[in-house]
């Protein structure tokens, strides 16, 4: 499927990468967790659930916080990911273009734990 690439310290960029979960593993450096910070329907962006625990290096700043170590931004139809339109692409390369300097104490005083209660 094609997807944007947003790795820490480096400008955002379009690749190839298989669909399946082994592959979103491998992109995203272990296991993978869908992050809703983008606002687009249909796209969402894939990262590693645990990148702030293993030290990952912070990527990019949302509103809703930083997220660490690399992730991917691809199209999600019901429970399965898939391709961005081309359009999507460009525009979140533009987005992504700047890489971020953030700081581990910056990524260490972001961390929290929700719990949620039914």
Do not use: W
Not at 36 to 44: A, I, T
Not at 88 to 110: G, L, S
Request: glycine share 8%.
């Amino acid at each position: 499927m094609k997807v944007v690439m947003v790795e820490p310290n480096k400008p955002a960029y379009i690749t190839e990468i298989g669909n399946d979960y082994k592959s979103i593993h491998d992109a995203v450096g272990g296991l993978i967790e869908p992050i809703y910070f983008l606002h687009e329907r249909g796209v969402v962006m894939v990262g590693n659930e645990d990148a702030k625990l293993h030290n990952m290096d912070g990527n990019r700043r949302f509103p809703e916080g930083i997220v660490a170590g690399p992730f991917i931004i691809c199209g999600e139809r019901g429970e399965d990911f898939c391709s961005l339109t081309d359009a999507q692409c460009e525009k979140y390369v533009r987005q992504f273009a700047e890489p971020e300097q953030i700081t581990r104490q910056e990524v260490e005083d972001d961390m929290k734990i929700e719990i949620s209660f039914f």
